[in-house]
Every structure is written in structure tokens, then in C-alpha cells.
């Protein structure tokens, strides 16, 4: 008999399943790696250990409570952590509250280290994404036109939506087989304008962490928090459609094979009655 203790380790240290699938997790963690080092090496930083301690204490809140969408896939408002640490620190922070975040969400539980290294690789590659079309229009952010930076904060939401499910969905395909199409229309596509609110929070940071520092995360931990029970709200109403859909397609099925089985005795009945 396995023991609980050797399970866990043996499922902490599983690999995925497929040799295409475990090459593409293992390049989108390479290239995640490569990225974070290059962030924290060539780029700058708050310097500012609250604001990094406190920014992975509430994506970890965030992920306790994150909403469940199909499988053992979910979403969260760590994002909205992740794209604060861009805005308030720079790349450097990134580079450091990602990789953090991806190991804090899962202490406690038991989850295999390459998902921990490709969720943090997916953290790391969407929020620099975010955070390169912020600078295109904006260089250098800061508090004094914080109300400038919005717009281009909800253009690289929209960009960091697309570079994550992206790189989530290919590797649905790969363990699936579905059609990378119909994985983001079914399973994406419907968060991103729950997720477009995210970027003006993030940009209204900037001004709650030039006024009292770190201290602004909980400030802005309500309106985050709202997003989320948003997201949880049109999740399970989503859920619970596509539950009815199911149901009624089994009944259309168990009726469709009723009829069948009624025209083929009917046939039966005409065939011996001529006879």
C-alpha cells in the first residue's frame, strides 16, 4: 500500500503527460526564466520589501478564494497584483512577485513543481507584456498623471489577457486535443471584460502608493475583491447554463434513441403483418 507521504511526492514530482506537452511546458518555463532574470537584472525596482511582501500576501488571498472555471483550471485577481508590482516597482518587481506568488498560492496544498514553474513562468511572460504596452505610451509612470496611464494600463490588460490564456490554452490543446479556437471562445474569451476594470485599479495604485506606501494594497484590496466576486458571479452562472445545455442534450439523445427504437418495431410490426 502506497503511503499519503510517497503519493504526495510522487504526484509533486509527476511530469506532464506526453512528450509534446511536457517540451512545450518545459519551453514556456525556459523562456519565463529567461525573461524574470533579464527583468531583475536590466530592470528597475521600487526597492520597496513591503510592497513586495504585501503585494504576494494579496494575490495569495486572492488565489484562496479564486474561482473555479473547468477542470482544475481557475482565475483569480492576481493579476491585478502582478500588473501593481509593474506599475508601482517596474520589471524588476515583476521579476520578483511572480515567481513568489506562483510558490505562495500553493503552500498547503499538493501540486505538481512543473505546474508551479510554468504558472510562474505565464505570471512573469503576461505582466512584462502588460507592462511593455504601458511604456510604449506611457515611459515612466508616476502618481502625478496616474489618470493618464488608465487607458493604456486597460490596453495591456487586454494584452496580458491574451499573452496568459494563450499560453494556458496551447496547453490545453496539447492535453486535450481540442481546437486552440474553440478553447478560447469556450473557456476565455467570456473573462475578458470582467477583466478590463483591472487596469484602472492598477493605475489608481500608483497614486495610494505614492501617498501612504504600501499601505494603499489594502486600500484597493475592496475594489479588486469586487472584480473577483464579479468573476465568480458570471462563472457560475456560466457554469449552470452550460450544466442545463448538457442535460438537455442527453434528453434530446435518450429521445432521438426512443424514436429510433419506435420506428424500428414499427418496421418489424409492418414487415410481419405481410407476412
Known amino acids: 500500500m502506497i503511503s499519503k507521504n510517497a503519493a504526495s511526492r510522487s504526484m509533486i514530482f509527476s ?12 519551453m514556456v518555463t525556459a523562456a519565463g526564466a ?7 537584472t536590466l530592470g528597475h525596482g521600487a526597492n520597496d520589501a513591503g510592497l513586495i511582501a504585501g503585494l504576494v500576501l494579496a494575490g495569495a488571498l486572492s488565489e484562496r478564494w479564486k474561482v473555479g472555471l473547468f477542470g482544475d483550471a481557475h482565475v483569480s485577481l492576481s493579476a491585478a497584483v502582478l500588473m501593481a508590482a509593474g506599475l508601482a516597482g517596474g520589471p524588476r518587481d515583476v521579476a520578483i512577485v511572480a515567481p513568489l506568488l506562483a510558490v505562495a498560492v500553493n ?10 514553474a510554468f504558472n510562474a513562468a505565464t505570471y512573469v511572460l503576461a505582466s512584462l507584456a502588460f507592462l511593455a504596452t504601458v511604456n ?9 498623471d496616474w489618470m493618464h496611464v488608465v487607458p493604456p494600463a486597460t490596453a495591456g490588460v487586454c494584452v496580458y489577457f491574451v499573452v496568459n490564456a494563450a499560453l494556458v490554452a496551447f496547453a490545453v490543446v496539447l492535453a486535450s486535443g481540442e481546437r486552440v479556437l474553440d478553447v478560447m471562445r469556450g473557456r476565455f474569451l467570456w473573462l475578458l471584460p470582467n477583466y478590463l476594470p483591472i487596469g484602472a485599479i492598477a493605475a489608481a495604485f500608483l497614486l495610494g502608493y505614492d501617498s501612504i506606501g504600501a499601505w494603499a ?14 468573476l465568480a458571479l458570471f462563472a457560475a452562472v456560466k457554469r449552470s447554463g452550460e450544466e ?5 442534450e442527453e434528453r434530446m ?8 427504437l419506435a420506428r424500428r418495431l ?10
Not at 529567461?34 to 531583475?40: M, R, S
Not at 503552500?107 to 508551479?116: A, D, F, I, N
Not at 494594497?217 to 464579479?230: D, E, K, S, T
Open 15 to 26: 511530469l506532464p503527460a506526453g512528450r509534446t506537452l511536457r517540451a512545450y511546458v518545459a
Open 34 to 40: 529567461l525573461a524574470a532574470a533579464l527583468a531583475a
Open 107 to 116: 503552500v498547503g496544498g499538493v501540486v505538481p513543481l512543473y505546474k508551479t
Open 136 to 144: 510604449v505610451f506611457v515611459p515612466q509612470p508616476n502618481a502625478g
Open 217 to 230: 494594497i489594502l486600500v484597493f484590496a475592496g475594489p479588486a475583491a469586487g472584480v473577483q466576486v464579479a
Open 244 to 248: 442545463r445545455l448538457h442535460e438537455m
Open 253 to 260: 439523445q435518450v429521445v432521438e434513441r426512443e424514436l429510433a
Open 266 to 275: 414499427d418496421d418489424e410490426s409492418e414487415v410481419a403483418h405481410v407476412a
